[in-house]
């Protein structure tokens, strides 16, 4: 299975930069895709997507959020943070079955 | 528009089953992947299984043979059951739209089980 490895927590001043990371146990890139994906959810609310293919925003998400990376080492940035950014954030592969989720990194405001 | 809403019980007897419906309504099943994702409190998503569109399917082994994904097309429906269920299959379960270069687009607001001794 591959495991995506993501820091628990990030505790970041309203307006500045947060930059999360995920990290993959192998490539999740078949070809030009690089099959990782970025969510955000709430407490009590179903995730939603927020990029795709690494660097792809999905419809309805602010230009705040950006995505990068390629191979093993992805990087979700909010820029700037907002008090509604307030979340956990998770990446996931499609790289391959089973398609694994990472542990989230929770975002705090300082 | 795009919904799916899962149905299913709160509540769950140890070692019985448990089955939850998706109903999925804005697109169609022999066109998009339907995936089932849980959630334990206070913990992270895991993926359990897919129904994919041409109607196979695919388990995540941690799984063994507990589980099985099924589908009616005709009312637009996608149904996990799972079987011998403990307490820590307590769990918020969701289903969401896959694709497989966009991720889970869409999900639904999920279920939330507990297993009860």
Redesign the interface.
Known sequence: DIVLTQSPALAVSLGQRATISCRASQSVSISR?N?M?W?Q?KPG?????LI??ASNL?SGIPARFSGSGSGTDFTLTINPVQADDIATY?C?Q?RE????????TKLEIK | QVQLKETGPDLVQLTQTLSITCTVSGFSLTTYNV?W?RQPPGK????MG?MWNGGGT?Y???FKSRLSISRDTSKSQVFLKMNSLQTDDTAKY?C?R?R??????Y????VMVTVSS
């Open positions: 895709y099959l994906h969510y959810q609310q179903q995730p939603k997507l795709y293919r999905a998770y996931q499609s079955s089973p398609f694994t989720f990472g542990s989230g | 995936h994702v992270g998503l895991e993926w897919a695919d995540n082994s941690a969701f969401a896959h497989l270069t966009y991720g889970f687009d999900w639904g607001q999920g």
